[in-house]
């Protein structure tokens, strides 16, 4: 039995793995099988219905196929193996046709022969010698020349530079160029002039009168400021003698002895309890006037029931205004006197717990 008849009824290639089916024996490889059934095809043989229960092994053909001597399909490869081993034998196969990893534009080549391309292959990266960053090989020359921050170029104002590393240019034309165009000094001032930085000097001396004139409501300001300023140093200064003087009367009450006394004076409680003494009998004294007051009132009110009705309305009320004319101030006096007593009688004791 040679090899065509060991192939495959859907695929035509030799199955790894041979069965057959039981309705005509046909030899399938197990892919093929899976598919015809799950796709409810036929037999290709005898066009019956295929389920996969209907097929087995064939273990002598599949003997027949593990012993089956075969050649590598790679051109130029003579290797020669047991069918089993050939596509562990291709996917290493040094003829093998593979592409490069850097770039399709590298062609196909055998893979023994892309070892050697590797090595010299234009579209490998490599790191520049220079800022480390991963360039093509192809690319390296115009990287260095024109993107490399670390590379050494000349100023781009041709300022006569030459030696400035690319990722410092702009702190370079920021801050030394000469040839770099700057604002004038003034602008915020109101010169809006732009020049060479190299020509800063010439124009601050020809328009030093411009600029003068820009500037002088800013020096009145100024002015203004200053002496506003030496006013108020001249309060702080008062302010500061005015604190020195306190303190210096602070401390000779102090050292007399005065505010010690008033605050031992204060503290004591004999003190404090004729405090608490003379309030309470300013409140007793409160309390006498207001009941007095209300007595007279009372009397004054009851006079006048009694009068109203013996009298008319006419000389009730003339009556009536002129008792309260003359008993006003003389219930009045009467309140003061009493409170005056009251104080008085209440000052001695004052004295004795002093």
């Not at 290797?79 to 046709?97: G, I, M, T, W, Y």
């Not at 490069?100 to 990266?125: K, T």
């Not at 006498?288 to 006079?303: D, K, P």
């Amino acid at each position: 039995m040679d090899v065509l008849s060991c192939v495959c009824v859907v695929c035509n290639k030799v199955p790894e793995a041979v069965i057959e089916s039981l309705c005509c024996n046909s030899l399938f490889c197990w892919n093929c099988a899976i598919k015809l059934t799950d796709a409810g095809q036929t037999c290709p043989g005898c066009d019956s219905q295929l389920y996969l229960d209907q097929f087995r092994e064939n273990y002598a053909i599949q003997k027949l196929i593990d012993n089956m001597i075969v050649g590598c399909k790679f051109e130029g490869c003579t290797a020669r193996f047991n069918f089993p081993l050939k596509q562990e034998h291709e996917n290493s196969c040094d003829h093998a046709p593979v592409l490069c990893p850097n770039s399709d534009l590298c062609g196909i080549m055998s893979r023994s022969a892309l070892e050697i391309h590797l090595v010299s292959c234009e579209y490998r990266h490599v790191e520049c010698n220079l800022c480390e960053i991963p360039v093509m090989v192809k690319d390296l020359d115009s990287h260095v020349s024109n993107d490399c921050p670390e590379s050494i170029v000349e100023c781009i104002n041709k300022c006569g530079i030459d030696n400035i590393v690319r990722s410092s240019m702009d702190q370079h034309l920021l801050e030394e160029c000469p040839l770099f165009v700057v604002e004038c000094p003034y602008k915020a001032h109101g010169c809006n002039e732009e020049f060479q930085r190299e020509s800063t000097a010439a124009h601050l001396q020809s328009r030093a009168g411009v600029h003068l004139q820009l500037l002088s409501p800013y020096l009145e300001q100024s002015t203004v400021m200053q002496n506003e300023l030496v006013d108020i140093r001249n309060e702080l200064s008062r302010a500061r003698e005015e604190i020195d003087e306190l303190k210096k009367e602070t401390n000779a009450l102090r050292s007399s002895g005065f505010l010690n006394a008033i605050i031992q004076t204060l503290q004591d409680e004999s003190f404090q309890a004729s405090v608490r003494a003379t309030f309470q009998g300013v409140e007793n004294a409160r309390r006498h006037i207001t009941f007095g007051t209300m007595l007279v009132y009372g009397a004054l009110v009851l006079v006048l029931f009694l009068l109203l009705k013996t009298l008319s309305p006419f000389k009730f009320i003339i009556i009536a205004v002129g008792l309260w004319f003359f008993f006003k101030p003389r219930v009045s006096n009467w309140a003061g006197h009493l409170h005056n007593n009251l104080h008085e009688n209440n000052r001695p004791n004052n004295n004795n717990n002093n």
